[in-house]
């Protein structure tokens, strides 16, 4: 099982304390997925926030066409998905599915919103740390889709 101290190192739980990480640890459970296996599928309940501890997981957004779209591939030890667990209308946005075999870490979000709205200090640490990571995702996919474009640009007569 993670510890506390790992937590802490994650992306959305950095500013939190020793408590309050026991606390998230006790509503979670280490899980593992095989490669393929779909974590959740967008426009599902959204219900669990995933932290990866090893592996890769592909984050996908279904058009209208129904052509699977490449939002994210998350790889890196810490980080998080399955943020819409943690705001209305708790609704996974994306679909995730193992690039490989992965182990995440599986946070029972009605826990998590318990806890933010008993101690409203951490719960606007936690949504401090969730609109960065937002923002932050957000200008990484309009840097892959001005780049996608200056391609198309190049390759257009």
Known sequence: MVSAQWLKKTE???TLEEPQLRLLLSHSAEKS???GETIFRQGEEANRLYALIEGAVNL???S????DIMASKIDKEGALFGMPSLVEPFRYNVTATCLKLSRLLVIEAAGIRKKMEEDPRM???VMKK???IYFNRLNEMRLGVS???KIFKLKTP
């Open 130 to 132: 969730l609109a960065s």
């Open 33 to 35: 997925f095989l490669e």
């Open 147 to 149: 780049n996608l474009f």
């Open 12 to 14: 959305l739980f950095t």
């Open 123 to 125: 719960g606007m640490e």
């Open 60 to 62: 996908a957004v279904k």
């Open 64 to 67: 209208e066409e129904k052509i």
